[in-house]
């Protein structure tokens, strides 16, 4: 009886010794899976009309490991939007934590606007794409400028702005109002005066 006790208190230890061993190797593989997860973010920006959406979609069709972070907007649908492609159109805006570069606008309709994205659609080890101003590239380069596995990089449409003017008046935009679209270029064109200097951006003179 004495041996067979002791036969089992040494398997007890053999078993505890191996469990930390597992428990030590799991660890390890847990924090290299940490070391290899890398984002790549590329934000789009330009005012309205210069192009972002054609640019977005070569992107998109160019690089086989990209992916569109949807952004989410209170605002109402175009004729020619699709719900889930366009936008995540929503009936109202829920305060989340993982809500970002949330921003308000008021249309020339009186009306208030809110557009943001999710953090959680930003997906890790692929190329994402999304389109934001330049209040939102900055608060997204910000939250992860300390985040050694992230990348964060601006990508400014540098559109003349007559050939912009041109696209409006000649858009084939089903439910395009003048108004509407005119006051927006007027706030991009103030938004984006000084981005020419920020060396955090890419400047697309040819689009």
Known sequence: MRYAHKTYELIIEI???????????????ENKQEENIVKYINVIMG??????????????????????????????P???????????????????????????????FNTRWIYWLNKNDIIDNRVNFAILDYAGFDELYNLYKDDKNTDVIGLYLNTPLPIIKDRIKNSRRRDENLKETFRRLDDD??????????DRVIMIDKY
């Open 15 to 29: 078993l505890a010794l191996f469990s930390v061993a597992i428990q030590a190797k799991l660890k390890a593989l």
């Open 47 to 76: 005012p309205t009309f210069s192009g972002k959406n054609t640019y977005l979609m070569k992107k998109l069709c160019d690089i086989p490991q990209s992916h569109l972070v949807i952004a989410h907007t209170t605002r109402p």
């Open 78 to 108: 175009r004729k020619d939007e699709i719900d889930c492609f366009d936008y995540y159109f929503e009936n109202k805006y829920c305060d989340f934590d993982t809500n970002i570069c949330i921003r308000s606008y008021m249309s020339a």
């Open 189 to 198: 064109c103030q938004k984006f005066k000084n981005i020419q200097n920020d």
